[in-house]
């Protein structure tokens, strides 16, 4: 089983969706959680981290459920500049700070 | 901005060529990392590095080998290439704690 194991789309989505992806982790050791974009053959760039608490950066709305150890990524009003894939990200304690990588879900946004 | 450079995007190498990948980073990092990224696979750890001469294993170290002999510079050997080391190799550095990752642009390798 996979540590980090997500949904590989694709997602197909019209400009101005909402679009959620969801993504568990097996883990229950992991502290830290963080969504990454990567556009084709370039490389992730930090999206954002998640809290607890729930954490919203503009559009982008991300939360973790501890108990069932899921994570999510909500997407408001899609753009097209949205397209990418999105990596579900979650690290170990320790100073390490071993990052383990889910394989990703693809996002098109269309006109 | 924390800056992590490859020294390479693309490479083309025959099978058996011994080949090294570089990777700088310009913010004093401690810790720095070398993944393969392949279709479906998703990013795997070959090696990472906490320190100057310190080298850790990861998920899928045979074939490779790395060396930390500055702390802004981490570098990955493939010993003797073979076609299945074929994929993109991606390099990364964050400092110590719980933070996001830099990672450099990338170096798509083909072994032929």
């Known amino acids: 089983r996979k540590e980090v194991e997500q949904d590989p789309g694709p997602f197909n989505v019209p400009e101005g969706a909402t679009v959620a992806f969801n993504c568990t982790y097996s883990?229950?050791?992991?502290?830290?959680f963080f969504w990454y974009r990567q556009d084709c053959r370039k490389e992730p760039k930090l999206l954002m981290s998640v809290y607890s608490s729930g954490n919203e950066d503009g559009r982008f709305t991300a939360q973790l459920n501890r108990a069932s150890q899921y994570i999510s990524l909500l997407i408001r009003d899609s753009k097209l500049s949205d397209s990418a894939t999105y990596l579900c990200?979650?690290?170990?304690?320790?100073?390490?700070?071993?990052?383990?990588f889910g394989a990703g879900t693809r996002l098109a946004v269309h006109p | 901005d924390v800056k992590v450079t490859q020294s390479s995007r693309y490479l083309v190498k025959r099978t058996g060529e011994k080949v090294f990948l570089e990777c700088v980073q310009d913010?004093?990092?401690?810790?720095m990392f070398w993944y393969r990224q392949d279709p479906g696979l998703g990013l795997r750890l070959i090696y990472f590095?906490?320190?100057?001469?310190?080298?850790e294993k990861g998920d899928i170290p045979e074939g490779y080998s790395v060396s930390r002999e500055k702390k802004e510079r981490f570098s990955l050997i493939l010993e003797s290439a073979s076609t299945n080391q074929t994929s993109m190799y991606l390099c990364a550095s964050v400092d110590r704690g719980l933070g996001g990752y830099t990672f450099g642009s990338g170096t798509r390798l083909t072994v032929v």
């Open positions: 883990n229950s050791a992991s502290q830290s």
């Open positions: 913010m004093d990092h401690e810790n």
């Open positions: 990200v979650s690290s170990l304690s320790g100073g390490y700070n071993k990052l383990i």
């Open positions: 590095s906490y320190d100057v001469k310190m080298k």
